[in-house]
């Protein structure tokens, strides 16, 4: 393995066995019935000015699609990653050397790292049915994250229960776990991870963060008084549709699964389908976009549910959506860039939340709102929640920043959702000591 110009992860392999993985990678991906990435690069640019970004954005608009950007065209001091498949290199690197856009070559070959994570996967879950166990360091499918539930409810069911608040577009079970003392309507945390499937670090951040919370209640004095006052739901798979589907069949899918009479393509971008700024500015309107944001606001069965969840119990506080990759924490608004009206406070708060993460591994994040951050971005989850008078709502893009993007291997599960924890507790213990 070696670093290429960019940073990304490069490796070198001689023709022979090059050869044997494309024959074997393509052998795989048939018997299981999943695309298959080989030979497709993940490439970063870095745009100078607007009319660059601007060249980089009219990819985006080809038809059929011949681009996936993993890091969207956004600023001039932001890189972008695209994935670009095998059959379209050729064009596309034409395309920027001709518009003097250099690159570099973050990813090499997507299936290699696909076939080394489903090796992973294959080899923990040898081990777990050995001896029957559950491993907190290995991505997981949906059955067994459902099984886990389940289990997980029973160990700790004097702290922990199970609530199914709704169905998917497939008919699949939207399950959130709460974690109370007692009592009812009491001031709430929400948390949610996974509304886009292919970033699988943040259902298995969610997971351990669940553990987390049960086995430092009673030890952790931060986490004791949160809960000895308030309830916290968290629901670990927010898109179990999209979630199945990177398992069974395309890794690198984002939307959800939904499909409509007349459109081809399937799948709305969920974190695109709430009520503030809707169908604005870093949304699409193209049912094949990666960033569609559907027919209307809260039409997707997913997002309908966390919407008259959130609504009926009526006094939740704070709300983290956690996402991957950019290691950013970032507070409203995105679909403008108006600040809020405590816009100084989330600062703050969010700047104390980024030191406890960089004191657990030195990993560092950048912070503020996210249309000043990132991008703009309308109809999104934290937008919503703070319009609806949750004052605390945040987002987190977890690791990395580029060398894996949605592909971090399993060795950095544990210490993602160990440095996560530190900047939730850090909100959650603001969100406790400042009532509203």
């Known amino acids: 393995m070696q670093s290429s110009p960019g940073g990304g992860v ?15 990678s393509f052998i795989l991906a048939a018997a299981l019935g999943q695309m298959n990435f ?24 080809l038809k059929p699609q011949k681009v996936d950007f993993w890091r969207g065209p956004a600023r001039p001091s932001l890189p972008v990653d695209m994935r670009v498949p095998f059959s379209e290199l050729k064009d596309i690197k034409a395309y920027l050397e001709s518009h003097g856009l250099a690159y570099n070559i973050m990813i090499k070959d997507i299936q290699v790292l696909l076939d080394e994570e489903r090796e992973a996967m294959a080899k923990s879950r040898r ?28 160990e700790h069911s004097d702290i922990v229960s199970k609530l199914q608040i709704g169905h998917s ?21 929400w948390i949610d991870s996974g509304i886009h499937s292919r970033e699988w670090i943040t ?40 979630f199945a589907y990177t398992h069974s069949m ?67 506080k704070a709300l983290i959506s956690i996402h991957s990759y950019s290691q950013m924490l970032m507070y409203p608004y995105g679909h403008s860039l108006e600040p809020v009206s405590n816009q100084e406070e989330l600062y703050h708060l969010a700047k104390d939340a980024v030191q406890a993460l960089y004191e657990v591994h030195g990993i560092e994040y950048i912070y503020g709102s996210i249309s000043t951050t990132l991008y703009v971005a309308s109809g999104i989850t934290v937008d ?21 993007g949605f592909l971090l291997p399993a060795t950095q599960i544990i210490p993602t959702a160990q440095e996560t924890w530190m900047a939730i507790r850090t909100i959650m213990e603001h969100t406790l000591h400042h009532p509203y």
């Open 127 to 154: 081990l777990e049915r050995s001896t029957s166990s559950f491993s907190y360091s290995s991505y997981h499918t949906l059955e067994e994250i459902y099984t886990w539930i389940d289990n997980f409810v029973t």
């Open 250 to 316: 395309n890794r690198l899918w984002r939307k959800n699964k939904s499909s409509r009479p007349g459109t081809f393509c399937i799948g709305v971008d969920l974190n695109r389908n709430w009520k503030s700024g809707f169908g604005g500015n870093g949304s699409n309107n193209n049912p094949c976009s990666e960033t569609y944001h559907g027919p209307s606001p809260q039409s997707e069965p997913e997002v309908a549910a966390v919407v008259d969840f959130i609504m009926s119990h009526g006094n939740v």
């Open 384 to 404: 919503w929640a703070y319009d609806s008078g949750i004052k605390y709502s945040f987002s987190f893009e977890l690791r990395d920043t580029g060398h894996y």
């Open 203 to 242: 259902h298995a951040t969610g997971i351990w963060i669940a553990r987390k919370i049960v086995s430092e209640y009673g030890k952790d004095h931060i986490v004791t008084d949160v809960l000895n006052a308030m309830d916290v739901f968290l629901e670990i798979v927010s898109n179990p549709d999209g």
């Open 38 to 61: 080989t030979g497709d690069q993940v490439l970063r640019i870095l745009a100078k000015n607007e009319k660059q970004l601007s060249l980089l954005r009219d990819l985006e608009g």
């Open 169 to 189: 577009f497939e008919n699949r079970s939207i399950l959130v776990l709460k974690f109370s003392t007692g009592g009812s309507r009491r001031p709430a945390i």
């Open 10 to 24: 490069v490796r070198k392999r001689s023709p022979v066995s090059r050869w044997t993985l494309l024959v074997c």
